[in-house]
């Protein structure tokens, strides 16, 4: 199972919205909704941030959304702040029965 | 609050076994799946295995099936991962995380700090 895509790196300035796109097939993102999200700061465990493509676990702020369409997920982030500079990595249940991580994006805050 | 309490981590030659513990409070232990997931210093997550609440459904990475056995004891609030067969690119710190669900929602609400397993001759 390869790894979803994800883009490398992403950056804005404090206050604006940036995105991030999270590729894979029919056989993970697009067959199943069970799309997850996750930010880590360095040397950190990994938080989740959204579960079953758009939902926000209680206590994440509402700034982060998740979404879907076709075989490429989304998060977005709103009003960035610096605090949002982090590793972001989504994951995807497979028709294998396994789960599969994507490749990682650096969020930079200018 | 919910903690998830790994150990069990250290040096091992390639070949050899190590057994991972994860010991868990703060919630009820057996109403939730739960996975064992890992990361390669300075790389991505990798997911390893995961056991529904009752162990009636386990899954495993191609990267592992066969050389790793995951478990639980409820009784004991502990998950475990025996790892046999080590090879130099299971070096990874690997973290035990709760799914949302009793069978799985494949999404970790809670993770551990993580445990370092170093695979060298």
């Known amino acids: 199972q390869s790894a979803l895509t994800q883009p490398a790196s992403v950056s804005g300035s404090p206050g604006q919205s940036v995105a991030i796109s999270c590729t894979g097939t029919?056989?993970?993102?697009?067959?199943?909704?069970?799309v997850s999200w996750y930010q880590q700061h360095p040397g950190k465990a990994p938080k989740l941030m959204i579960y079953?493509?758009?939902n926000r676990p209680s206590g994440v702020s509402d700034r982060f959304s998740g979404s879907k369409s076709g075989n490429t997920a989304s998060l977005t982030i709103s009003g960035l702040q610096a605090e949002d500079e982090a590793d972001y990595y989504c994951?995807?249940?497979?028709?294998?029965?396994?789960?599969?991580f994507g490749t990682g994006t650096k969020v930079t805050v200018l | 609050e919910v903690q998830l309490v790994e150990s069990g981590g250290g040096l091992v030659q390639p070949g050899g076994s190590l057994r991972l513990s994860c010991v868990a409070s703060?919630?009820?232990?057996?109403?939730?799946?739960m996975h064992w997931v890992r990361q390669a210093p300075g790389k991505g997550l990798e997911w390893v295995s995961g056991?529904?609440?009752?162990?009636?459904?386990?899954e495993y990475a191609d990267s592992v099936k066969g050389r790793f056995t995951i478990s639980r004891d409820n009784a004991k609030n502990s998950l475990y991962l025996q790892m046999n067969s080590l090879r130099t690119e299971d070096t990874a710190f690997y973290y035990c995380?709760?799914?949302?669900?009793?069978?799985?929602?494949?999404?970790?609400?809670?993770w551990g700090q993580g445990t370092l397993v170093t695979v060298s001759s």
């Open positions: 029919s056989s993970d993102v697009g067959g199943y909704n069970y």
């Open positions: 703060g919630f009820t232990f057996d109403d939730s799946a």
């Open positions: 056991v529904s609440f009752n162990s009636n459904r386990i």
């Open positions: 995380a709760k799914d949302r669900l009793r069978y799985f929602d494949w999404a970790c609400e809670s």
């Open positions: 994951t995807s249940y497979t028709s294998s029965s396994t789960l599969v």
């Open positions: 079953d493509v758009s």
